[in-house]
């Protein structure tokens, strides 16, 4: 018979409790990171414009019947995603006097329409409770006929805003920029000329807040330019011009392991400055109309444009410390700053999402493709989402699948992996056509259709302290 002392045992005993100990604090400092990771969501796509959500509780069915947590009218029109900070939401709105004319779902022509709206119109931030919907306070920022035109398919809020958790910074491209406390009290405003888009199409970049500083991009017909603004006071840091037409992409400020930079989506060129509006470096090669807005993955940095009419849809995945022009050579898919390009694949509308270790592809017309997202090399090709229709919204993904929504208020949830596989559709009803994409916070999914603005949720998330 062995015999152990007590003060083994005691040795034994605290080790094991100490790493008992240890394992549960890292469990719960983990759990922590996870809570605070998922309790905001303070621009478009969330944080680091992912698109991402692995918080347990997201629901991946619902349909008006099942995990509705609630559902509220937003009166008038926009695009813009609401965002998220703390208990409160946000969502911009533009109404007018009588009824808009109402926008069609798809891809077509015709939807031009060359003069302003004859309308009076209010541009308006609303304020939500996140836990039931109630409305705790609007503002109307801006209240005039509009003194620019817009495509069918726009509408005149189609910028989404972006919080710091104090105040929240509000954009529509051509009439102003504005800063207002999460309480609702105005701090300051900057007002923007209306700038003349391609065929009267529109604006639709989203502003950007990266340390002190909000940046935006304008770009137009008129006098394209990349902006800094200090976010205390308003007060124009820098404006850099860019030898840009028309384009619709978010910027991205990418803080990478070399340097911070400014991504700019255009083109005529895909540009990047530093913190201070010089040039860093530049390539070729885009589509004629930028719509998809930069990300970060795997240390690489994606950026697409993909005009359905194009020849040129490239994706490409760039390399940290780039400079000068590091286009690509005509029959070239990658070179010392591009990790690799896909020439063909990019969506129009929506972005781009990397999940794991692949790339996901929406393409506007219902189809769905996947890239390993570190190599390009192709996962699995074009897949067609059954009566999938048209898409306009950003996919996001959550607990091993992505989520496609189309313009009817229909969601396509797809598993993720090297296997294409279609799970299940979920629908809502939606008068107007859907174009926002949505917020993950909380364990819930804040999606908005043309009309109404959802919390989509499973009912235990609301008995959560």
Same mark, same amino acid.
């Given at each position: 018979?062995?015999?152990?002392?007590?003060?083994?045992l005691?040795?034994?005993?605290?080790?094991?409790?100490?790493?008992?100990?240890?394992?549960?604090?890292?469990a719960?400092?983990?759990?922590s990171?996870?809570?605070?990771?998922d309790?905001?969501?303070?621009?478009f796509?969330?944080?680091g414009?992912? =698109?991402v959500?692995d918080?347990?509780?997201?629901p991946?069915?619902?349909?008006?019947?099942e +995990?509705?947590?609630?559902?509220?009218?937003?009166? =008038?029109?926009?695009?813009?995603?609401?965002i998220?900070?703390?208990d409160r939401?946000f969502?911009?709105?533009?109404?007018?006097e009588?009824?808009p004319?109402?926008a069609r779902?798809?891809?077509? *022509?015709? =939807?031009?329409?060359?003069?302003p709206?004859?309308?009076?119109?209010?541009w308006?931030?609303?304020?939500? +409770?996140?836990?039931?919907?109630s409305?705790?306070?609007q503002?109307?920022?801006?209240?005039a006929?509009?003194?620019?035109?817009r495509?069918?398919? +726009?509408?005149?809020?189609?910028?989404?805003?972006?919080?710091? /958790?104090?105040?929240?910074?509000?954009?529509?491209g051509?009439?102003?920029? *504005?800063?207002?406390?999460?309480?609702?009290?105005n701090v300051?405003?900057?007002?923007l000329p209306?700038?003349q888009?391609? *065929?009267?199409?529109?604006?639709?970049?989203?502003p950007?807040?990266? +340390?002190n500083?909000?940046y935006?991009?304008?770009?137009s017909?008129?006098?394209?330019?990349?902006?800094a603004f200090?976010?205390?006071?308003?007060d124009?840091?820098?404006?850099?011009?860019?030898?840009?037409?028309s384009?619709w992409?978010?910027p991205f400020?990418?803080?990478?392991?070399?340097?911070?930079?400014?991504?700019?989506?255009?083109?005529?060129?895909?540009?990047?400055?530093d913190?201070?509006?010089?040039?860093?470096?530049?390539?070729?090669g885009?589509?004629?109309?930028n719509? /998809?807005?930069?990300?970060?993955?795997?240390?690489?940095?994606?950026?697409?444009?993909?005009?359905?009419?194009?020849?040129?849809?490239?994706?490409?995945?760039?390399?940290?410390?780039?400079?000068?022009?590091?286009?690509?050579?005509?029959?070239?898919?990658?070179?010392?700053?591009?990790?690799?390009?896909?020439?063909?694949?990019?969506?129009y509308?929506?972005?781009?999402?990397?999940?794991?270790e692949?790339?996901?592809?929406l393409?506007?017309r219902? *189809?769905?493709?996947?890239?390993?997202a570190?190599? =390009?090399k192709?996962?699995?090709?074009?897949?067609?989402?059954?009566?999938?229709?048209?898409?306009?919204?950003?996919?996001?993904?959550?607990?091993?699948k992505?989520?496609?929504?189309?313009?009817f208020?229909?969601?396509f949830?797809?598993?993720?992996?090297?296997?294409?596989?279609?799970?299940?559709?979920?629908?809502?009803?939606?008068?107007?056509?859907?174009m926002?994409?949505?917020?993950?916070?909380d364990?819930?999914?804040?999606?908005?259709?043309?009309?109404?603005?959802y919390?989509?949720?499973?009912?235990e998330v609301?008995?959560?302290?």
């Open positions: 018979m062995v015999r152990v002392s007590s003060e083994s005691t040795r034994r005993f605290d080790f094991r409790t100490a790493v008992i100990l240890m394992l549960f604090g890292i719960v400092a983990s759990l990171r996870h809570a605070s990771a309790s905001e969501w303070p621009r796509r969330g944080p414009a992912r =698109g959500s918080h347990p509780q997201l991946d069915r619902w349909s008006e019947s +995990n509705i947590l609630w559902k509220r009218p937003v009166p =008038g029109r926009g695009w813009a995603s609401p998220v900070s703390g939401v969502v911009v709105t533009v109404t007018r009588g009824m004319e109402s779902p798809g891809l077509y *022509f015709g =939807g031009n329409r060359p003069k709206d004859d309308a009076m119109h209010e308006k931030l609303l304020c939500l +409770n996140l836990k039931d919907g409305e705790l306070w503002k109307t920022l801006h209240r006929k509009p003194k620019s035109a495509h069918l398919k +726009n509408s005149y809020a189609s910028e989404t805003p972006v919080t710091d /958790g104090e105040r929240v910074y509000v954009l529509f051509d009439v102003g920029l *504005f800063c207002l406390t999460v309480e609702g009290d300051w405003s900057k007002p209306p700038c888009t391609r *065929f009267d199409w529109g604006t639709a970049s989203s950007v807040l990266h +340390n500083r909000i935006m991009v304008s770009d017909e008129d006098e394209s330019y990349l902006a200090d976010k205390h006071t308003g124009q840091v820098w404006r850099v011009k860019r030898d840009e037409g384009n992409a978010t400020v990418w803080d990478n392991e070399i340097r911070s930079e400014i991504v700019t989506s255009g083109t005529g060129r895909i540009r990047s400055y913190l201070d509006g010089r040039l860093l470096y530049e390539l070729g885009s589509s004629t109309i719509i /998809g807005t930069p990300y970060t993955a795997h240390s690489l940095l994606y950026v697409s444009s993909g005009y359905v009419l194009d020849k040129k849809r490239p994706i490409f995945a760039l390399k940290p410390g780039a400079s000068g022009d590091i286009s690509l050579a005509d029959d070239a898919t990658s070179n010392e700053s591009i990790a690799w390009c896909q020439k063909q694949e990019a969506p509308n929506p972005s781009t999402i990397v999940y794991g692949q790339l996901y592809v393409h506007d219902g *189809f769905v493709a996947s890239f390993d570190k190599t =390009g192709p996962v699995y090709g074009k897949q067609r989402l059954p009566n999938g229709r048209a898409f306009t919204s950003s996919p996001w993904a959550a607990n091993g992505i989520f496609c929504l189309n313009e208020g229909e969601t949830v797809i598993r993720a992996g090297r296997e294409f596989e279609l799970l299940h559709t979920n629908s809502l009803e939606s008068e107007t056509v859907c926002a994409t949505p917020a993950l916070v364990g819930r999914i804040l999606l908005r259709t043309g009309d109404k603005l919390c989509i949720g499973q009912p609301t008995k959560r302290p």
